[in-house]
Antibody, heavy 119, light 110 residues
Framework: QVQLVQSGAEVRKPGSSMKVSCKAS????????ISWVRQAPGQGLEWMGR????????MYAQKFQGRVTITADKSTSTAYLELSSLRSEDTAVYYC????????????WGQGTMVTVSS | NFILTQPHSVPESPGKTVTISCTRS????????VQWYQQRPGSFPTTVIY?????PSGVPDRFSGSIDSSSNSASLTISGLKTEDEADYYC?????????FGGGTKLTVL
């Protein structure tokens, strides 16, 4: 049974970058996309972008354009989220989610990775 | 880009029926499917409704979804409320190249 397993919690300084991984354990991505969704403490869900690993196609939310990079390594079935120029407002739990298509619901989630941005 | 607006919180009593709305700011709500997620504290979201009104296996039929083009909104209705339904609920839709979540509604069952 495929599970999405994310990397552990991180603490980063303002102005630095973060990189979170999401591995499809027990299987592969197949043709699915992987989306990244974040949730600041006490706040709602925010979609950041997605990648279709099979064709390396990415889409990003306008808010994060220029600061976010989503990549995938098909050989290890691992997706990555990089966010640069971090500020305190980027403190959040970052989730990866399996994303069958643009018009579908997310059907599997990673456990979440807490990223704290603090000096 | 459009936004999805939900009420911040909704209180209701056990056994009652509650409806949570999700209004799309621009574009036709019926043009793109709406999904609904339930999120309990400390956990990732889970889907309770997909494609406007479809229930995943394992979700009780107390949960239903609908679309109203006249108000350009989607609704999640939960009947026969149970204390275990207390959670945050998020609607989500999409356009050609991006996905959007509503701000979330905290359902309190008391």
């Amino acid at each position: 049974q495929v599970q999405l397993v994310q990397s552990g919690a991180e603490v980063r300084k303002p102005g630095s970058s973060m990189k979170v991984s999401c591995k499809a354990s027990g299987g592969t991505f197949n043709s699915y996309a992987i989306s990244w969704v974040r949730q600041a403490p006490g706040q709602g869900l925010e979609w950041m972008g997605r990648i279709i690993p099979l064709i390396d196609m990415t889409m990003y939310a306008q808010k994060f354009q220029g600061r976010v990079t989503i990549t995938a390594d098909k050989s290890t079935s691992t997706a990555y989220l990089e966010l640069s120029s971090l500020r305190s407002e980027d403190t959040a739990v970052y989730y990866c989610a399996r994303d069958p298509s643009i018009n579908s619901a997310f059907d599997m989630w990673g456990q979440g990775t807490m990223v704290t941005v603090s000096s | 880009n459009f936004i999805l607006t939900q009420p911040h919180s909704v209180p209701e009593s056990p056994g009652k029926t509650v409806t949570i709305s999700c209004t799309r700011s621009s574009g036709n709500i019926a043009s793109n499917y709406v999904q609904w997620y339930q999120q309990r504290p400390g956990s990732f979201p889970t889907t309770v409704i997909y494609e406007d009104n479809q229930r995943p296996s394992g979700v009780p039929d107390r949960f239903s979804g609908s679309i109203d083009s006249s108000s350009n909104s989607a609704s999640l209705t939960i009947s026969g409320l149970k204390t275990e339904d207390e959670a945050d609920y998020y609607c989500q839709s999409y356009d050609n190249t991006y996905k959007v979540f509503g701000g979330g509604t905290k359902l309190t069952v008391l």
